[in-house]
Each structure stands twice: as structure tokens, then as C-alpha cells.
């Protein structure tokens, strides 16, 4: 069974970090490309983010490009998103997901994707 689980979400300081990870169950995460989406409260779903099976192309949003950066570790079945200089507007909860494909095509169209983790929160708050 394909499973994506999401961790290291949290409470921040606006300008402060966290590293939220997205882990592979039952399947292999290295062949895939992933996609990491967040969800405000009264808002539509954001594809933010985009690393492609290689890991030789990544994707960002621009609400989030220079301060969020994706990576991943086939080692470790697993990818990650840097978010740094958080900012309260990034409060929302975020969720990794496959297509499964190999690339990043058209990466913020949800319906690209079949298998989605439970999302973690992230609140970025004083």
C-alpha cells in the first residue's frame, strides 16, 4: 500500500525555520517525482513545490522561491522542504504528494496526483 507521511511541522516565530519532511511507506520514493502543497484554513490547496525523481529539477512557487528549497534522500526514502524566513501567511497545513510520475509537469494541478500524505501543520505565529 502507497503511503506519504509528512512530519515536523510546528509552531515558529515569524522569521524563524523548520524542516518538514515527507517519507515513503510501501513503495520507493527515489523513482518519483513529489510535490509539496499547503492548505490555508478557507483557502484553496497551493502546489508550492517540486522535486523531480533525479532530483536534477525543483520547482517553486513564488510565494516561496528564495526562501523554501526541496530536496530529497533516496537513502532515506524520503524529502524534505526547507522553509526559512517564515512568515504568518505561511501558516497553513502541508501536504507531500506523487503522481507517482518522474517529473515535475504542470506540478500545482492537483489532479496530477494520486497519492497524497495527511498533511502536518505549520503555524508562524508570535
Known amino acids: 500500500q502507497v503511503q506519504l507521511v509528512e512530519s515536523g511541522g510546528g509552531l515558529v516565530q515569524p522569521g524563524g525555520s523548520l524542516r518538514l519532511s515527507c517519507a515513503g511507506s510501501?513503495?520507493?520514493?527515489?523513482?518519483?517525482?513529489i510535490g509539496w502543497f499547503r492548505q490555508a484554513p478557507g483557502k484553496e490547496r497551493e502546489g508550492i513545490s517540486c522535486?523531480?525523481?533525479?532530483?536534477?529539477?525543483?520547482y517553486y512557487a513564488d510565494s516561496v522561491k528564495g526562501r523554501f528549497t526541496i530536496s530529497r534522500d533516496n537513502a532515506k526514502n524520503a524529502v524534505y522542504l526547507q522553509m526559512n524566513s517564515l512568515k504568518p501567511e505561511d501558516t497553513a497545513v502541508y501536504h507531500c504528494a506523487t503522481g507517482p510520475t518522474l517529473y515535475c509537469t504542470h506540478y500545482r494541478y492537483l489532479d496530477n496526483y494520486d497519492y497524497w500524505g495527511q498533511g502536518t501543520q505549520v503555524t508562524v505565529s508570535s
Open positions: 510501501g513503495f520507493a520514493l527515489d523513482y518519483y517525482a
Open positions: 522535486i523531480s525523481s533525479n532530483a536534477e529539477n525543483t
